[in-house]
């Protein structure tokens, strides 16, 4: 008994941030940063403005959070989707896609990457372990000689890692600045490129 009621506090605090984090999502989304206020996502999470401020200090604080949710989110996706090569070029298509749905978010990510390059930046540590935990991924993928020969011949699985890092990122700040611009198509003619086609086909 005594346990439980230890756990109780912190399940319902964990529980009341993610319904921040959501509401500050929608927000952001609807509104865009610059014009999204704290006390809008305190209505929408059903709390007052100074309750979301006993979670988080300020909306820098939240868009932080509410973006590596997004990618905690995405994380989870791509290992239930993503086993075989032939699988990478719809799941990337259908994370655009989904991406689309929500351009002010794309652009905040893109934003906040962007600054946390500094190593002075609050997030720039979050962002760093962020791309090495994804080419770790994406590198653990091929763990032995003929997982790597789906690969183009001449292609390591840390360069492609890299690449495709690389490929995502820059599509899509391409398309914040052109949203008519096509990059499903790219980026699936991407997935293709990475692989010899004879081990996508074998590997299906």
Known sequence: MDQAKTRG???????????????ARDSFAEHGYA????RDIAERAGITHAGLLHHF?????????????????????????????DQLGPYLAGLI?????????????????AAASRPDHPAHGYFVERYDRSR???????????????LREGLSPESAAILFQAVLNGLQL?????QDLDIVGPVT?????LFDQ???????
Do not use: C
């Open 9 to 23: 506090p912190y399940a319902k605090t964990a529980a009341r941030r993610a319904e921040i984090v959501r509401a």
């Open 35 to 38: 014009k999204a206020s704290l």
């Open 57 to 85: 200090h300020n909306k820098d604080e939240l868009l932080a959070e509410v973006l590596a949710d997004r990618d905690s989110e995405e994380w989870r996706r791509g290992l239930d989707e993503v086993e075989r090569p």
């Open 97 to 113: 896609r989904h991406h689309q749905k929500a351009p002010e978010l794309m652009r905040l990510w893109i934003e906040l990457a």
């Open 136 to 150: 770790v991924q994406f590198v653990d993928g091929f763990p032995d000689e003929a997982a790597r020969s789906r």
């Open 174 to 178: 391409q398309w914040v600045l052109d």
């Open 189 to 193: 003619d991407f997935a293709r490129l």
């Open 198 to 204: 004879d081990g996508t086909a074998d590997a299906g």
